[in-house]
């Protein structure tokens, strides 16, 4: 697995300060992340299962066991009617399936949960080829930035708190046409889906949590400590100036960067293709 971030020239403060941005959900160029659409609370397999007659009876008659001893027995005898007591039970089931699936709820349900996604988790949206033509041109200023190249194999990429930690650690994004889920049955796995129309950016992702943010600046850009031997090499875009590379090169003429090799960018076979070579 290989990992690199397209950028724009302007952060070079990556090399500089070490810090790098996980995004919230909101401020992402694709509307729909983060953001599930929960069509039902369970689907009507299960519901039929929980509000099957037989469970519904045994509610029932757990229910009537608790009434005070006074009418307690009025009731059994009610309910010992069995066209009553099943015309109860449809009933019953009927409403309670009208609540499950309620619109409004649900709703409701995926306004709630868009927020708080919006407000606690951060995204570092990475990507597994250094040679898009359509990623230098959206991510790296039209070809004028550059590609950080990483080490996947840092801890940095897999800080997860315990073994079932979904979060903290990079995962392969999954492409598919847009589907929605019922509430019961989605995992976290679904949170890391885009639309087919991306799948040209062969995306890797890591998501965190904000509250363990390292630096925050103007309240909304929340940067993370990233450790310079997280970072292989820097590969320029073809239209790269060479006051930028001039101030990258002096910038890794520290101990703890000058492991990072340059690359530059050509474009070769008359347009149609990258040539990654080395920058002497």
């Known amino acids: 697995m290989k990992l690199f971030k397209y950028v724009s020239s302007e952060r070079i403060d990556i090399l500089e300060d070490g810090f790098i941005r996980f995004t919230q959900p ?56 069995n066209e009553f007591r099943n015309h109860v039970v449809a009933n019953v089931s ?66 997860r708190k315990s073994k079932d930690d979904k979060f903290r650690h990079v995962v392969k994004m999954k492409y598919q046409d847009a589907s929605t889920y019922n509430l019961h049955d989605m995992n976290l796995e679904d949170l890391i889906t885009k639309s087919r129309e991306w799948e040209y950016e062969n995306e890797y992702r890591m998501v965190v949590a904000l509250q363990d943010v390292n630096k925050v600046i103007d309240d909304d850009i929340y940067l993370f400590k990233l450790p310079f031997d997280a970072i292989k090499s820097i590969i320029f ?41 080395n920058l002497l």
Not at 46 to 59: G, T, Y
């Open 94 to 159: 009927e409403e309670a399936k009208n609540l499950i699936q309620n619109n409004h709820v649900i709703g409701d349900i995926n306004k709630r949960m868009h927020s708080v996604f919006e407000k606690n988790i951060g995204i570092l949206s990475l990507s597994g080829t250094n040679n898009n033509m359509l990623m230098w041109s959206h991510y790296a200023d039209g070809h004028a930035g550059f590609v950080m190249e990483f080490d996947y194999k840092n801890s940095f990429f897999d800080q």
């Open 237 to 277: 875009g073809v239209k790269s100036s060479n006051a930028l590379k001039n101030r990258v090169k002096n910038i890794l003429k520290s101990k703890e960067k000058n492991h990072i090799t340059l690359f530059q960018s050509k474009i070769i076979n008359g347009g149609l293709e990258f040539k990654i070579v």
């Open 26 to 81: 909101q401020m992402l160029n694709d509307p729909c992340e983060f953001k599930p659409v929960i069509s039902s609370l369970k689907n009507e397999s299960q519901i039929n299962k929980e509000l099957c007659n037989d469970k519904l009876n045994q509610v029932l008659d757990e229910g009537i066991d608790k009434l005070p001893i006074e009418i307690r027995e009025q009731a059994k005898l009610i309910f010992s009617n």
